[in-house]
């Protein structure tokens, strides 16, 4: 049932977004300094070259390239990757509008594939959550927590304009043992 439980996330998450769903109305858009900010532009990389440095902007923006360039494996890999990390970000972000950043970054990712793409993108979610998170697990287990800070994150949330002090992160905060919680409650390893 996990791999259920998985595979209609991950899917769910990414063809909502690709359906292109937009908002009528006049709307002003305001934005603070580093709101979704991509810090390393590095293409299409396959998951063995990533760094715990990158975060789920960066990553969105690899996984981008790699459906541009039909690498839909690597972009599936990049995805789970981006969907751990981005949980792990939302356990140590205090403000819970900031949260909305991962949803945000999918939506800006997904409106932009073709129909084509799109469908491709979701048989090869399917494909990796059968066959591919069993690896997925083990890679993220043994690369470690992110050592990145979530300003993609902190600065799209309202306490950026509120300028509250601070850094933003919860205080005090097991950095390994939320890691342990993101990939088990991500259903990407099962609890133990």
Not at 17 to 34: D, K, L, R, V
Not at 72 to 82: F, K, S
Not at 88 to 101: T, Y
Not at 140 to 164: C, I, N, R, T, W
Request: net charge neutral; with cysteine; aromatic share 10%.
């Amino acid at each position: 049932m996990k791999v259920s439980y998985l595979a209609l996330s991950l899917l769910g998450g990414a063809m909502l977004f690709a359906s292109g769903a937009q908002a009528q109305g006049t709307i002003t858009h305001y934005q603070n300094e580093g709101n979704l900010e991509v810090t390393h532009d590095v293409g299409c990389v396959a998951r063995e070259e990533t760094k715990t440095s990158y975060t789920p902007a960066d990553l969105y923006r690899s996984i981008h390239a790699c459906i541009e360039q039909e690498r839909y494996t690597t972009a599936a890999d990049l995805y789970v990757m981006a969907f751990a990390r981005g949980y792990f970000d939302m356990l140590r972000v205090k403000d819970k509008s900031a949260h909305q950043a991962i949803s945000v970054l999918r939506l800006v990712t997904f409106q932009k594939l073709s129909k084509e793409q799109s469908e491709a993108f979701g048989k090869a979610l399917e494909a990796y959550s059968k066959d591919g998170i069993s690896g997925a697990c083990s890679f993220l287990q043994a690369s470690g927590a992110p050592d990145y800070y979530p300003k993609y994150m902190v600065a799209h949330g309202m306490g950026g304009f509120k300028k509250e002090g601070g850094n933003g992160l919860v205080t005090p905060f097991d950095t390994n043992d939320a890691w342990q919680v993101s990939l088990a409650k991500t259903g990407i390893c099962s609890a133990k």
